[in-house]
C-alpha cells in the first residue's frame, strides 16, 4: 500500500473511533384495532446505562433482567421525566411495559391505552439530552396506513403531528 493510502485509511480509522452518534429511535404505532398507542423506543445501551447511572446512581451494566422492581422503578422515572403525549389537546399517561436488552440496545415498551381515533398528536422526547448536547431521537409516528418522522434535537425537543 503507498503511503497516501495508508495516511487516509489512518484518518478514516481515526475519525470513526473517535467520533460517537448519540440517538435514539422511536415508533410511535396507533393500534386502531386495540384502542392504543403502541410505543416502543431503542437506545443505545451504554448511553442509556450512563445517563440511568448518574441520575439514579444504579448500573444497568450490572443488571441482568431490566424488569425486577428497582431497575424497571428507575427506568419508569426516568422516562416519565423526559417523555410527554398530548393527543388533540390533552395531555396523557402512558403505561411502562418494561425494557429488553438486545445487541447493545435498550428496547423500551410503553402504551397509551384506551385511545380514540385523533388527528394531532404531539411528542416531547428529551431522553439523553441531559448527557449529551448532540443528542438527536428520531420519531417515527405510524397510524394507519400514514407514518410521519421527524429528529428532535435539544433545542427542539417537541413536534406535533397532524394524522
Known amino acids: 500500500m503507498n503511503n497516501k493510502l495508508k495516511i487516509i485509511f489512518v484518518f478514516i480509522l481515526y475519525g470513526f473511533s473517535i467520533h460517537k452518534y448519540y440517538v435514539s429511535t422511536g415508533l410511535y404505532e396507533y393500534r386502531d384495532d386495540l384502542n392504543s398507542l403502541q410505543i416502543v423506543i431503542r437506545v443505545f445501551e451504554d448511553d442509556f446505562t450512563n445517563v440511568i447511572k448518574k441520575n439514579y446512581e444504579l ?9 425486577l ?10 422516562l416519565i421525566s423526559n417523555l410527554s403525549f398530548i393527543i388533540d389537546g390533552n395531555k396523557l399517561e402512558f403505561l ?13 415498551y410503553m402504551e397509551i ?17 441531559d448527557l449529551f448536547e448532540d443528542q438527536q431521537n428520531i420519531i417515527h409516528v405510524k397510524k ?19 394524522l
Not at 96 to 108: F, P, Q
Open 144 to 162: 394507519g396506513s400514514q407514518r410521519k418522522s421527524y429528529i428532535l434535537r435539544k433545542n427542539r425537543p417537541d413536534i406535533l403531528f397532524e
Open 96 to 108: 411502562y411495559l418494561g425494557a429488553e436488552k438486545k445487541n447493545e440496545v435498550i428496547v423500551l
Open 59 to 67: 448500573d444497568l451494566g450490572l443488571v441482568e433482567n431490566l424488569n
Open 113 to 129: 391505552e384506551k385511545l380514540k381515533p385523533f388527528k394531532f398528536f404531539e411528542i416531547k422526547n428529551t431522553i439523553l439530552f
Open 69 to 78: 422492581i428497582e431497575s424497571k422503578s428507575k427506568i419508569e422515572d426516568y
